[in-house]
């Protein structure tokens, strides 16, 4: 039989468990909420509810998920971006808070109600898609993927959020786009070391590689991308990668010995270079 537990108890034990992580209180409240299927103010107001037998043996085998590293949005389904819940699974990526650079360099050259043609290569879960087409209604926004199952789940992300401005496509970057000029290109690619530790021990060992793994410099999509863009660019038109935060002074050289002007790096919100921009 299982003792009563109360969720402020049932939280306490969850933090214990993953102590380690400076994120333990959050990443507890997620799993809790999704568990008992309440907002997390819920928790607050609520700390002295009971949790039934299954609430409670469902929190607990969550909590030793994520203690073994599994993400906490791979068990709750979904992450938050740009304020709009996105699913993820296996096969698509995680959203990054520091992605959101991205889309706000894109918002900062687009006019509100102007109707722009961009392309998004490697969209995972569509979450940058998504985030700029609601941004940008007039907008419409090619969204490409090499994995089909991600372009399900994309595709599944921008009904649930009523977006409807954006068409998928199946293709290895640029191999099934024809002959559409596109105002704007954007992309997060495969930017990670293939020798990173990480792949081995950290959390993006549960994330899909082809997501992840750039090749031995982390450079092999910017390399297909940057010239690979110029011809689906029109003349004064705009390209904005994201990249590792040691990456940028090697996409800018790329970009420059490309013929691309006006090259420019951003920081992300913890001040590490992340987006670099450029003109054709
Ligand atoms: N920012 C991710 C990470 O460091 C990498 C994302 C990518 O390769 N596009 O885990």
Known sequence: MVPKCSIKQALDQGMLQLSHKDTAKLECEILMSNVVKKRREYLYSHPEYLLDATEYSNFNSLIQKRASGFPVAYLTGSREFWSIDIK?????????????????????????????????????????????????????????????????????NANKNNVSNIDFLLSDWFSEINQTMFDVIISNPPYVESNCPG???????????????????????????????????????????????????????????????????????????????GKI
């Open 88 to 156: 993820v699974n296996k096969y698509t990526l995680i959203p990054r808070p520091e992605t959101e650079c991205l889309v706000e360099s894109v918002l900062k050259n687009i006019e509100t109600e102007s109707k722009q043609k961009i392309l998004d290569l490697g969209t995972g879960s569509g979450a940058i898609a998504i985030a700029i087409a609601s941004e940008r209604p007039m907008s419409q926004i090619t969204a490409i993927d090499i994995c089909p199952y991600a372009l399900d789940m994309a595709k599944d």
């Open 199 to 277: 792949f081995i021990s950290g959390d993006i060992r549960y994330e899909p590689r082809l997501a992840l793994d750039g090749g031995s410099r982390g450079m092999d999509a910017y390399i297909r991308i940057i010239p690979g863009a110029i011809r689906y660019l029109k003349p004064g038109s705009m390209i904005a990668l994201e990249h590792g935060y040691l990456q940028g002074g090697m996409i800018h050289n790329c970009m420059s010995d490309n013929g691309y002007c006006d090259i420019q790096t951003i920081k992300d919100y913890a001040g590490n270079d992340r987006v670099t921009t």
